[in-house]
């Protein structure tokens, strides 16, 4: 059982552009949702989390939107740059448990 | 502070033999979690210590297995290798679990 589904399974934007990945989750005991980002040959790094009691999140460029009663949040990449080419990946874990459970991953590619 | 460490960062083995990876987290992180990453099933959770003691486990079977040691170091072991097993293997810390996991860059393992 996949209890967190994330789509596309790959991204094509132009520099400039507005990226945006979807996920969504089954278990209503998650309360944190990280967004990590990984690149060849390196290790998931963390880019931005959300937990619900916010409906939106933003670093820079990256902004987390979180729609706790439909259980989706999506990560947006304002200004897509070549340099955000990579893999990303949105998990979920809750109080209890101490692990994160990922979604399957978007393969981003930035065309300059 | 430097970031968590994996040794070996590669490594090939045969069939039915074993292996040992290790973690070293970064200072101060109590918290040693450890995941499969696979191009068919993504990042998959195999464990997490604190303090020595293992708190959750992924849906593995017994032939993996791990340990902490009192300076926070981990260590995994998979007996009885099978091809299946290739695969990127991740270790993460943080401070107590519940915070920003931190990833190593990992150790791929080919099984032969």
């Known amino acids: 059982q996949q209890q967190v589904k994330q789509s596309p399974q790959s991204l094509i934007v132009q520099k400039g552009g507005i990226s945006i990945i979807n996920c969504a989750y089954e278990?209503?005991?998650?309360?944190?949702f990280p967004w990590y980002q990984q690149f060849p040959g390196k290790g998931p790094a963390l880019l931005i989390a959300i937990r619900p009691d916010v409906s939106e999140k933003k670093e820079g460029r990256f902004t987390i939107s979180f729609n706790k009663s439909a259980k989706q949040f999506s990560l947006h990449i304002m200004d897509s740059q070549p340099g955000d080419s990579a893999t990303y990946f949105c998990?979920?874990?809750?109080?209890?448990?101490?692990?994160?459970?990922f979604g399957k991953g978007t393969l981003l590619t930035v065309n300059p | 502070k430097a970031g968590v460490t994996q040794t070996p960062r590669y490594l090939i083995k045969t069939r039915g033999q074993q292996v040992t990876l290790s973690c070293s987290p970064i200072s101060g992180h109590r918290s040693v979690s450890w995941y499969q990453q696979t191009p068919g099933q993504g990042l998959q959770f195999l464990f997490e210590y604190f303090s020595e003691t293992q708190r959750n486990k992924g849906n593995f079977p017994g032939r993996f297995s791990g340990r902490q040691f009192s300076n926070s170091r981990s260590e995994m072991n998979v007996s009885t290798l099978e091809l299946g097993d290739s695969a990127l293997y991740l270790c993460?810390?943080?401070?107590?679990?519940?915070?920003?996991?931190?990833f190593g860059p990992g150790t791929r393992l080919l099984v032969l």
């Open positions: 993460a810390s943080s401070q107590g679990g519940r915070e920003t996991q931190y």
């Open positions: 278990n209503t005991a998650f309360d944190y």
């Open positions: 998990a979920a874990t809750s109080g209890s448990n101490y692990k994160l459970t």
